[in-house]
């Protein structure tokens, strides 16, 4: 997908989660072409697919979709990650529609013990994705993965003779005082990325005072990634002030221009996140929820999904665009938090951070 229309797009707005859900902009819908004929194993004609504001899949294998199906299939897009989740939840009573794409390894554990998706196993999961699994109860099945990374403008850097940082540590020195822009944990599925990165860089006892002493060298938080990216980041459109943003390691790729890419991803500074597609419990269309998620499995779309969302398919034998094998960096070791323990944790996390970082 295009690099401003990913998850990684970070959109949320605010920062409580209750205010997050209240303020969050309205759901959009756009509908795809499609015949009104049903499924013959459904009376229901139409699809509902609840979406990150950042989802993207060429527009042929939409309609080729809702022509083999017979649905008719319509997108709403509350905003991040994070912004879907909430809703999903605040409106479990009554479903915003059929099947959700986006919720990520970050969200995960809060989509599962809320109880607002229904469990199906796609006989379509690639063998080779267990280590992307979400959940042993098949709740979420695996559709993308990207390694959310700090980026940095490189010719800001030359231009100020300062050396680009490589690690995280690399941060909290006096050189590098008020260049990162980064998302806000609470709103932004990359900015919880970020935040576990630093859990598991630091252990859950040391990373709050890590990021008191980068509040302390002038980090910026913004709600989500639009703002820090295309905004405040040197490095993109924006042309902002800030020449060190939280992305993906895919970002570079994007940014490239006659073969000459104007930004780096750190290696040494990320968190791996996977991307996962369920269907809503109290689904009116379950048997369209599943077909959804199989297509987005399919080899045409794992195959469209790096050029589209500038992610990895979750379908390891994909071929990937070329220029990723110049500028999208290989992460060897990205930083880890278990699933359970981002789970069980994820929420006393942004709490603290939020005291210590915002308070």
């Given at each position: 997908?295009?690099?401003?229309?990913?998850a990684?797009?970070?959109?949320?707005?605010?920062?409580?989660?209750?205010?997050l859900?209240?303020?969050?902009?309205?759901?959009?819908?756009s509908?795809?072409?499609?015949s009104?004929?049903?499924?013959?194993?459904?009376?229901a004609?139409?699809?509902?697919v609840?979406?990150?504001?950042?989802?993207?899949?060429?527009?042929?294998?939409?309609d080729?979709?809702?022509?083999?199906?017979?649905?008719?299939v319509?997108?709403?897009?509350?905003?991040?990650?994070?912004?879907?989740?909430?809703q999903?939840?605040?409106?479990?009573?009554?479903?915003?529609?059929?099947?959700?794409?986006?919720?990520?390894?970050?969200?995960?554990?809060?989509?599962?013990?809320a109880?607002?998706?229904?469990?199906y196993?796609?006989?379509?999961?690639?063998?080779g994705?267990?280590?992307?699994?979400?959940?042993?109860?098949?709740m979420?099945?695996?559709?993308?993965y990207?390694?959310?990374?700090?980026?940095?403008?490189?010719?800001?850097?030359?231009?100020?003779n300062?050396a680009?940082?490589?690690?995280?540590?690399?941060?909290?020195?006096?050189?590098?005082?008020?260049?990162?822009?980064?998302?806000?944990p609470?709103?932004?599925?990359p900015?919880?990325?970020?935040?576990?990165?630093?859990?598991?860089?630091?252990?859950?006892?040391?990373?709050?005072?890590?990021?008191?002493?980068?509040?302390?060298?002038?980090?910026?938080?913004?709600?989500?990634?639009?703002?820090?990216?295309?905004?405040?980041f040197?490095g993109?459109?924006g042309?902002?002030a800030?020449p060190?943003?939280?992305?993906y390691?895919?970002?570079?790729?994007?940014?490239?221009k006659?073969?000459?890419a104007?930004?780096?991803?750190?290696?040494?500074?990320?968190?791996r996140?996977?991307?996962?597609?369920?269907?809503?419990?109290?689904?009116?269309?379950?048997?369209?929820?599943?077909?959804?998620i199989?297509?987005?499995?399919?080899?045409?779309?794992?195959?469209?999904?790096?050029?589209q969302m500038?992610v990895?398919p979750?379908?390891?034998?994909?071929?990937?665009?070329?220029?990723?094998?110049?500028?999208a960096?290989?992460?060897e070791?990205p930083?880890?938090?278990?699933?359970?323990?981002?789970?069980?944790?994820?929420?006393?996390?942004?709490?603290?951070?939020?005291?210590?970082?915002?308070?």
């Amino acid at each position: 997908m295009s690099i401003i229309r990913r998850a990684w797009l970070g959109l949320g707005a605010i920062i409580a989660v209750t205010a997050l859900t209240a303020c969050a902009s309205a759901p959009s819908a756009s509908p795809s072409a499609a015949s009104p004929t049903p499924s013959p194993l459904t009376s229901a004609t139409e699809l509902t697919v609840v979406t990150h504001d950042s989802f993207a899949v060429t527009q042929s294998l939409l309609d080729a979709f809702a022509k083999k199906t017979g649905f008719t299939v319509k997108f709403v897009k509350p905003g991040d990650a994070g912004t879907v989740v909430n809703q999903l939840v605040l409106t479990k009573d009554s479903p915003l529609g059929d099947v959700v794409f986006g919720i990520d390894n970050t969200f995960s554990g809060r989509a599962i013990s809320a109880g607002i998706l229904a469990p199906y196993a796609s006989p379509a999961v690639p063998a080779g994705s267990d280590d992307l699994l979400a959940d042993t109860q098949h709740m979420l099945t695996p559709i993308d993965y990207g390694d959310v990374c700090l980026n940095a403008d490189l010719a800001w850097f030359k231009a100020k003779n300062l050396a680009v940082p490589a690690t995280l540590d690399d941060l909290l020195k006096p050189e590098y005082a008020k260049l990162l822009v980064v998302e806000n944990p609470a709103s932004s599925s990359p900015g919880m990325a970020f935040l576990a990165a630093t859990i598991g860089a630091k252990s859950e006892s040391g990373y709050l005072d890590y990021w008191k002493a980068l509040k302390a060298n002038g980090v910026k938080v913004d709600p989500g990634w639009t703002e820090a990216y295309s905004t405040d980041f040197s490095g993109s459109t924006g042309k902002g002030a800030y020449p060190l943003v939280v992305s993906y390691n895919t970002s570079p790729a994007y940014e490239a221009k006659d073969g000459v890419a104007p930004t780096v991803a750190l290696t040494q500074t990320c968190f791996r996140q996977v991307e996962y597609a369920g269907v809503i419990a109290g689904a009116k269309n379950a048997v369209g929820a599943r077909a959804f998620i199989d297509f987005l499995l399919s080899p045409e779309v794992q195959a469209d999904i790096p050029g589209q969302m500038y992610v990895y398919p979750a379908n390891r034998a994909t071929a990937l665009p070329a220029d990723w094998t110049q500028f999208a960096a290989k992460v060897e070791s990205p930083f880890t938090v278990p699933a359970t323990t981002l789970s069980a944790n994820r929420d006393a996390w942004i709490k603290a951070w939020t005291a210590a970082v915002l308070g």
